[in-house]
């Protein structure tokens, strides 16, 4: 586009083809064809050129010295430029489309009976191995690219592997389930490098890596990425700002003094999910500790009262929910420093402590009814609860407690091998541990419970345990591009957002703190795209899919703490001091009001020095 420009305008008004005018209308006709042709297409064109008010000024400054046109024109670039800058900015990458049928497919039929398929066919009937297609693909130019599958899978969540070249490979590709065979959906792999040339896409069904389930195959679109799509920490902040004005515009119940369970919320209050509305204390408290509006101290103050009222009285029968809420109230009377708080955080850990007993070599229960199940939950929370009460009351049984805990966790629900925690012991009263049940909460209380105790003890044992914890986490529970997959309902909505809470922490702490900025970032990106961008700011089940149209209080409670850690982590990371990198759409103003500036100068160089010269031949 520049070298088009610079043939066309600017050889021709600097004189290599000889001065179309001459004196100041060189000048004045440069800065109108160069505002015209950034501008054109844009408001600069109609508003200010077509409702004739360029014309009118260039009439006004007509004949009058240089030192007044210089700076008039210099205003008429910055106008008629600025706007057509947004739809330089927006120009898309290159991409490209390969049609299912097109492919090389292996022992898998062709089909074209769905409705909505692109192309003149789909890939379906593949469930065994041996069967696969390879997508031969052309990248115009070194560089990352992200590849959009198209699928549809209505027989429930699929499965395969993915290589490309035989070098990359994903053992287990996850395709969500689309209900209807007629529903398509896309999966997306971010951040490829290819170099310029021919590459082999293989998509395979594969069942001694995880392949499984039936799925129809559409097509495969490759994106060419901009290197410049950065989100800036202004941009975050803003984010984390409406996730929570949603929040409480959306879900507060001024009569309940409480949130609401759903939204829309049609009798969604039978259920009282008292540990939901712990969180939402930790929730209003963060962005009180981002923003310090004493507001969200008095709404999260207001919060407790309310829940108090429907509890009558801070504890229950269940020992993981009593956790919670000491988490939540504990952080509110940091800052209220209220006596009323303070006497229900140590109200409900003298309860806490009663749930702790020999059944399966210690322990705390699940809750007061099953005192031989034991679970993470009620475990991992209690060692930050015990060492957070250590440090502000500095009691040593405290401390003793943490310890003893966590040591009955990690030798009974973690996986020595992986660091995976496992969900609980004895459920079923078998006395068999749950090692199928693997949630993202378990792996953040756990990680979050020994950074306390590393923290508190300078012991690196505590912290060599976590970074086990997190490397096994993001491998379990993350797809291909870095973002968590779990999507599950009710209760399940809370628990990424308690995981991105502690692996904020750990970042925070300066542990692993470039990784996880970027995990969490990236996370915070992508659930912000699945927002409608007309409609209300909330989140849904999935941080990779839109959300439904019923969203739970536990799953906006996710996606609200998902966009406070990530703004929280952007202000404290070295990358983003003085507001970060530029995002692209400004940087790209900037680069394009550089050059005109030095065109601008340019131009007027040439005119002095045509000028000089008349006057010395005369």
């Known amino acids: 586009m520049l070298r088009l420009f610079l043939r066309g305008r600017l050889v021709y008004y600097l004189g290599f083809e000889g001065l179309k005018y001459e004196g100041l209308t060189t000048v004045f006709s440069f800065c109108y064809e160069l505002a015209l042709y950034f501008g054109i297409g844009g408001w600069a064109y109609n508003n200010i050129i077509g409702g004739g008010y360029l014309k009118n000024t260039f009439r006004r400054l007509f004949g009058v010295s240089v030192f007044k046109t210089i700076p008039s024109c210099f205003l008429l670039i910055v106008v008629s430029l600025t706007p057509g800058l947004f739809a330089i900015a927006q120009e898309k990458e290159w991409e490209a489309i390969y049609d299912a049928s097109k492919d090389s497919s292996h022992n898998i039929s062709i089909e074209n009976t769905e409705k909505g398929h692109t192309g003149s066919g789909y890939i379906a009937g593949w469930n065994e191995d041996g069967s696969y297609v390879d997508i031969n693909i052309e990248i115009p130019e070194n560089g990352n690219y992200t590849l959009v599958i198209r699928y549809s899978a209505a027989a429930g969540q699929a499965i395969r592997y993915l290589s490309i070249d035989d070098n990359y490979e994903w053992d287990q590709l996850h395709f969500d389930d689309t209900e209807e065979w007629d529903d398509w959906s896309t999966v997306s792999i971010k951040e490829l490098y290819f170099k310029e040339g021919h590459h082999t896409v293989s998509l395979i069904f594969d069942a001694s890596k995880g392949s499984d389930n039936w799925l129809n195959y559409d097509q495969l679109m490759v994106v060419q990425e901009n290197t410049e799509d950065m989100i800036d920490l202004e941009t975050m902040q803003t984010r984390a700002n409406k996730a929570q004005a949603s929040l409480y515009e959306n879900f507060w119940n001024n009569e309940l003094k409480m949130f609401n369970n759903a939204y829309e919320c049609n009798d969604c209050n039978d259920q009282f999910h008292y540990w939901w509305q712990a969180h939402a204390i930790d929730t209003l408290i963060d962005r009180y500790e981002r923003t310090r509006d004493d507001k969200y101290l008095h709404q999260a103050a207001e919060l407790f009262d309310g829940i108090v009222k429907r509890n009558q009285g801070i504890t229950n029968d269940f020992y993981d929910d009593m956790l919670w809420m000491g988490l939540a109230v504990n952080r509110l009377h940091d800052y209220t420093q209220d006596g009323e708080h303070k006497e229900a955080v140590l109200e409900l850990w003298e309860d806490i402590k009663t749930g702790w007993n020999d059944e399966n070599g210690g322990g705390i229960a699940w809750n007061k009814s099953q005192l031989d199940y034991k679970n993470t939950p009620s475990n991992a929370p209690a060692v930050i609860l015990a060492v957070r009460l250590y440090e502000k009351f500095e009691n040593e049984t405290d401390l003793e407690w943490a310890e003893n805990i966590y040591e009955w966790q990690k030798e009974t629900l973690v996986d020595p091998d992986t660091g995976i925690v496992w969900d609980g012991i004895n459920r079923e009263g078998d006395g068999n541990v749950d090692k199928n049940w693997l949630f993202t909460y378990n792996q953040g209380v756990f990680i979050g419970a020994s950074l306390e105790l590393y923290h508190i003890t300078d012991e690196s044992y505590y912290l060599s345990a976590a970074e ?151």
């Open 468 to 618: 086990k914890t997190i490397e096994s986490t993001m491998e379990e529970f993350t797809d291909a591009n870095g973002i968590i997959q779990e999507n599950d309902v009710g209760d399940g909505g809370l628990f990424k957002g308690i995981l991105i809470r502690y692996l904020s922490q750990m970042a925070l702490e300066g542990h692993l703190k470039t990784d996880l900025t970027d995990f969490i970032i990236e996370n915070a990106k992508s659930a912000w795209d699945q927002i409608s961008a007309e409609g209300d700011i909330l989140f849904g089940a999935s941080w990779l899919n839109p959300p439904d149209e019923n969203v739970e209080l536990s799953q906006q409670l996710s996606g609200t703490i998902l966009m406070e850690q990530a703004a929280l982590l952007m202000m404290a990371s070295d990358k983003f001091e003085d507001g970060g990198k530029l995002p692209s759409t400004a940087t790209h103003q900037f680069n394009y009001m550089v050059i005109g500036l030095m065109l601008i100068g340019t131009a007027i160089l040439f005119w002095f020095i045509k000028n000089w010269k008349m006057s010395k031949g005369t």
